[in-house]
């Protein structure tokens, strides 16, 4: 059976756009346009399952119907319903169209949603020749996005966002979003051959994430998708996408990933965390004080995200642990050192300049991520 051609866009966090295009293109898919806050390629019906199970920095996969300029609610109605939503959306389809509208001459978002739901239910009525649906089948949710007088009509195949691994059961106060945590580590030196250190570990996000590209785990294993329930997709692909993503599991990878955190119950919850998440093996959990922590000589990396702004109170216990930070490896020149801050005053305290910085969002917080490049290792 041939598989018909689709267009699909991975959405993205501000600053995360080459990250998720390299992710695309190692999936092997090549014909990439990246836009600000979203990569769309070209692709067969395969890539719907295969980009949910194995996208680890971007927030969900949208199927694109159509994009058209439109300047009245007349075109967008007329220009909706000559999109074949047929092909995709079930008779029984239960469906909903949310909205979104920026710089358009059509900028309110209600009546756009409205617009594309009854120009929707039209085409499905011409179809299925009836008039009226019971929408008690697979989930189908629309988006309409106007930008500049330029409506973009997509289908969500992720349902949750892609950051809901499944794995966190348990969380500390301010988490790091497990898609950020992946992008923090594929935007490192880090590789499964080096030791990799998280001194604010909190519930375990990065130590995780960095354990799941370690042994080469697709993220999205242990959840479900909207788009396994589609018809037109079937259940093969999908059974097909987790086999392929099974036995892509590196076994023999060894990890030196050491995590640790002052708050002993945060490690407890981080330990937990890491054991639904399959890889409790790959981590060392501690309790302990950064200035408590020894540091080995061997071209390790350290990714953090220590407490910054309302997740501290005290500003010169944040000082501390800045120094602190310095302290222990302004001097280790085998060390690749990351952080990721809110706090603006960082390399100030620290005491040297980053190598690279990264404006990136933990949610709506603003962050930086600061690079600071150690001595790359011998070559074996």
């Known amino acids: 059976?041939?598989?018909?051609?689709?267009?699909?866009?991975?959405?993205?966090?501000?600053?995360?756009?080459?990250?998720?295009?390299?992710?695309?293109?190692?999936?092997?898919?090549?014909?990439i346009t990246v836009e600000n806050g979203k990569v769309t390629f070209k692709a067969d019906e395969s890539a719907i399952p295969r980009t949910n199970l194995w996208l680890r920095s971007a927030d969900r996969v949208?199927?694109?119907?159509?994009?058209?300029?439109?300047?009245?609610?007349?075109?967008?109605?007329?220009?909706?319903?000559?999109?074949?939503?047929?092909?995709?959306?079930?008779?029984?389809?239960?469906?909903?169209?949310?909205?979104?509208?920026?710089?358009?001459?059509?900028?309110?978002?209600?009546?756009?949603?409205?617009?594309?739901?009854?120009?929707?239910?039209?085409?499905?009525?011409?179809?299925?020749?009836?008039?009226?649906?019971?929408?008690?089948?697979?989930?189908?949710?629309?988006?309409?996005?106007?930008?500049?007088?330029?409506?973009?009509?997509?289908?969500?195949?992720?349902?949750?966002?892609?950051?809901?691994?499944?794995?966190?059961?348990?969380?500390?106060?301010?988490?790091?979003?497990?898609?950020l945590a992946a992008a923090l580590v594929q935007l490192s030196f880090w590789n499964k051959d080096r030791p990799l250190l998280d001194p604010f570990c909190g519930s375990g996000t990065i130590p995780i994430e960095a354990a799941l590209v370690g042994k080469n785990i697709a993220p999205g294993l242990n959840r479900n998708f909207a788009a396994e329930e589609w018809p037109r997709l079937g259940k093969d692909l999908w059974k097909q996408a987790r086999v392929e993503a099974f036995y892509a599991i590196d076994q023999e990878a060894e990890l030196d990933i050491i995590a640790s955190d002052i708050d002993g119950a945060a490690v407890e919850i981080a330990k937990e965390n890491a054991a639904a998440a399959g890889v409790d093996e790959c981590i060392k959990f501690s309790q302990q004080s950064l200035a408590d922590?020894?540091?080995?000589?061997?071209?390790?990396?350290?990714?953090?995200?220590?407490?910054?702004?309302?997740?501290?109170?005290?500003?010169?216990?944040?000082?501390?642990?800045?120094?602190t930070l310095a302290r222990k490896f302004i001097d280790k020149k085998t060390w690749s050192v990351y952080v990721i801050t809110a706090d603006d005053r960082f390399e100030k305290f620290y005491g040297r300049k980053a190598d690279r910085k990264r404006k990136l969002y933990n949610g709506r917080?603003?962050?930086?991520?600061?690079?600071?490049?150690?001595?790359?290792?011998p070559t074996k």
């Open 1 to 31: 059976m041939t598989m018909s051609s689709v267009e699909l866009i991975a959405t993205a966090t501000f600053g995360l756009e080459a990250v998720v295009k390299r992710e695309v293109l190692d999936l092997g898919y090549k014909d």
């Open 62 to 179: 949208l199927l694109k119907m159509g994009a058209f300029k439109a300047l009245s609610f007349e075109e967008l109605f007329e220009k909706t319903r000559a999109l074949p939503w047929d092909e995709w959306i079930t008779e029984d389809g239960k469906f909903t169209v949310t909205g979104k509208s920026v710089k358009s001459k059509l900028y309110s978002v209600p009546d756009c949603q409205a617009i594309v739901k009854k120009a929707v239910v039209e085409r499905l009525k011409q179809r299925y020749k009836r008039e009226w649906f019971p929408e008690t089948g697979p989930e189908f949710t629309i988006q309409v996005a106007v930008l500049k007088d330029v409506a973009t009509l997509t289908i969500d195949t992720s349902g949750i966002g892609l950051h809901k691994r499944g794995y966190r059961k348990k969380t500390v106060k301010a988490p790091l979003k497990e898609t």
């Open 293 to 323: 922590l020894k540091i080995r000589d061997n071209y390790g990396v350290l990714i953090c995200n220590p407490p910054y702004g309302e997740r501290i109170g005290d500003d010169r216990e944040l000082k501390d642990i800045y120094k």
């Open 365 to 377: 917080i603003k962050v930086d991520y600061y690079q600071f490049y150690g001595e790359k290792p």
